[in-house]
């Protein structure tokens, strides 16, 4: 998966790198393939403005505005406010909308109020749909720091819903959100037909008005009807290229899913999807993750269309076939221990398109479906997304990031020579096996652990892969060459949860997104563990060390560090099954949450000096189909010339309401 030519790095903005990544062996499909690919890739990219509008209300008219004003725009391009103004846009488009997208808080305008003002006033005749108080409103969300806050506040002790900003409650309180959906499931009861809950509340806006609480609907014919109308048409384009007619059943389930938004009809599609394994080609497109609601219950809108590696899907293969072996021998309580792994099928895939809340930040790893009851009874689909973490890859090569943060000279040794190695892995066995492991007991509600639900999946697969990367069973399977190359991701594992994330955060924040907080709590709960000192033991197995003034992670002893995590597994697994809420607030908010002042201000001194983004996303390629007199599709061609803004502009122009 290499090409030297390729330029991976593109431009830079903020604390945002943008990359470019290479869609491997798209040339070499078939014609049907490739236009199987192109209709998906525009069902993907009709969903853009929908992931706008959960974000926050006010985002798509901010958007929309400051696009007038970027496309028309005749002041003087060199001066401090317009590039501040453009910077702005650049990461309002990044972050599909006005937040932070991994942070959650609002962006602050290196431009005036006074100047954007004017500029409005001067484009004034382009922007005729738009009243004098709209545009106030626009201009007061933007500067006004009340406003707004942030996207998602997880925030111990405060009304979570009335406190974010996301857009998937209106009027309501917390309490109010809470106590409507545990009511729809007690007397929804179990309401698939074979005895199973729905997931309730993913697909709708819950509403307040007039002392009435309700939803509206995510379908064709309710809102955001118009983009699922077009996701439709793009999907039912795609239904003859499919690969089979599981794959064509699977499409016809997902259309039906967004023509009625029944929750029933969509764990039909799960299923269908999830049992699907064969095409070379797959996709989601759908309401997915629930990172974006502080509760836990709504889904996010998000795209990814793809097909297999197949060499490097050899890898995942071997860890799903083995599934049952590494349940079996999990340190979690026999009790939560699924008694047959069912249907745990796991591919490397080059993505062909991201879009939603995978563009321009992606994930690089994705295990679906999210219904624990379809992951136990059916089982679930994981993949690696190869050719994202390549692109990762090429563009740290020698940013000297591991030089400056790794203890010695052996730590950067072992990380330079099997880090994407164990990186690799560490995600193959944290999608393909951590998330499908465990089970809940009978009874137990999967949204049970509320705001801390995230938190503690994420650092239940994370440990998964931990426990596992140093086993001689991944020597014996050939995934690892040796015993020792699990200590680069080890290694990897306390420096970030210890230190270098701190980079992401801003100085007298605590952490807010749900995968910062995993690594934090993994790491800092082994740091903290009592159990490493002992009258028989010397040294802690891993500590905090000053070396020429400068803070680092010292592991002294790996072995003891991978019982440590072991216990740690055990005990989040245990959280899980059990639906133990006060166990996982405690671990979270103790572990996972606040920032040593004095440790932040060093990392963010030391990482300035190196001069690197600490976040990155992508620019998608640009597919063009090529027909001939009759409109048939006769060759679908790929570039990657398109520029960041060039690309987001024809977005806003050809995908937008």
């Not at 922007?127 to 806050?149: A, C, G, R, T």
């Not at 997104?513 to 690594?519: F, G, K, T, W």
């Not at 570039?639 to 806003?652: D, F, H, P, V």
């Amino acid at each position: 998966m290499t090409n030297d030519n390729f330029n991976y790095n593109d431009e830079r903005f903020a604390d945002l790198q943008m990359l470019r990544y290479k869609v491997h062996g798209f040339e070499e499909l078939s014609l049907k393939q490739k236009t199987f690919i192109y209709y998906l890739q525009e069902a993907a990219l009709w969903g853009r403005d929908i992931l706008f509008d959960q974000n926050g209300v006010y985002n798509l008219k901010i958007r929309k505005v400051l696009e007038l004003l970027y496309l028309n725009y005749e002041g003087d391009k060199e001066s401090e406010d317009y590039k501040a103004f453009e910077v702005y846009l650049k990461r309002v488009w990044f972050s599909n909308g006005i937040h932070h997208h991994y942070g959650c808080e609002k962006f602050v305008p290196g431009f005036s109020k006074e100047w954007l003002k004017g500029v409005m006033q001067n484009a004034r005749c382009k922007m005729q749909n738009y009243s004098e108080s709209e545009l106030e409103e626009i201009v007061d969300v933007i500067f006004n720091p009340d406003v707004m806050q942030k996207r998602v506040n997880l925030a111990e002790g405060e009304d979570l819903v009335k406190t974010s900003a996301c857009n998937y409650y209106q009027g309501v309180s917390q309490e109010e959100a809470e106590a409507f959906y545990n009511k729809q499931k007690e007397e929804g009861g179990r309401t698939t037909d074979n005895g199973h809950p729905v997931m309730y509340g993913m697909n709708s806006t819950l509403v307040k008005k007039d002392g009435e609480i309700y939803e509206e609907k995510w379908t064709t014919s309710e809102k955001y009807g118009a983009a699922l109308t077009k996701i439709v048409e793009y999907l039912k384009f795609a239904r003859p290229f499919a690969e089979d007619e599981k794959q064509q059943e699977v499409i016809d389930l997902l259309v039906s899913y967004y023509e009625t938004g029944d929750l029933k009809t969509f764990d039909e599609y799960s299923i269908a999807w999830v049992e699907n394994t064969e095409p070379l080609i797959d996709f989601v497109n759908g309401f997915i993750e629930c990172y974006g609601d502080p509760l836990g219950l709504k889904c996010s809108w998000e795209s990814i269309v793809n097909f297999k590696d197949l060499v490097a899907t050899k890898r995942t293969e071997t860890l799903s076939d083995n599934a049952q072996w590494f349940e079996d021998n999990s340190p979690v309580d026999a009790r939560f221990k699924k008694d047959k792994v069912k249907g745990v099928s796991a591919k490397v895939i080059n993505a062909a398109i991201l879009a939603g809340d995978l563009y321009p930040a992606s994930a690089i790893g994705i295990n679906l479906p999210n219904s624990e009851w379809i992951r136990a009874e059916h089982g679930s689909k994981s993949v690696t997304i190869g050719n994202l973490t390549d692109a990762y890859n090429k563009a740290a090569k020698g940013n000297g990031f591991v030089d400056e943060f790794a203890f010695s000279a052996d730590e950067i040794e072992i990380i330079k020579k099997y880090g994407d190695l164990t990186d690799d892995l560490h995600t193959d066995l944290h999608e393909c096996l951590g998330h499908g492991s465990g089970k809940l007991l009978e009874g137990v509600d999967s949204d049970g652990l509320k705001a801390y639900g995230s938190t503690i999946e994420e650092a239940r697969a994370d440990l998964f892969a931990l426990y596992y990367l140093p086993d001689a069973k991944l020597v014996e399977l050939g995934l690892t060459p040796d015993l020792e190359a699990y200590k680069a991701s080890y290694y990897g594992q306390m420096m970030n949860g210890l230190i270098t994330q701190l980079v992401r955060i801003k100085p007298g924040d605590n952490i807010e997104e749900s995968h910062m907080r995993n690594r934090a709590l993994i790491a800092r709960w082994a740091l903290n563990k009592v159990s490493d000192v002992s009258s028989e033991v010397s040294e802690p197995a891993v500590e905090m060390v000053k070396k020429d003034g400068k803070t680092f992670v010292k592991i002294n002893d790996y072995v003891r560090l991978r019982e440590i995590f072991g216990e740690l597994l055990a005990e989040i697994q245990r959280i899980k099954s059990t639906g133990d809420y006060e166990a996982a607030k405690n671990l979270v908010e103790n572990y996972g949450v606040k920032v040593d002042a004095e440790l932040h201000q060093e990392v963010l001194e030391r990482y300035k000096k190196l001069n690197l983004a600490p976040y990155k996303g992508f620019i998608n390629p640009r597919y063009d189909a090529i027909k001939d007199a009759q409109g048939n599709i006769i060759d679908v061609t790929i570039s990657y010339n398109e520029g960041y803004a060039e690309q987001m502009l024809r977005y806003s122009r050809d995908y937008s309401f």
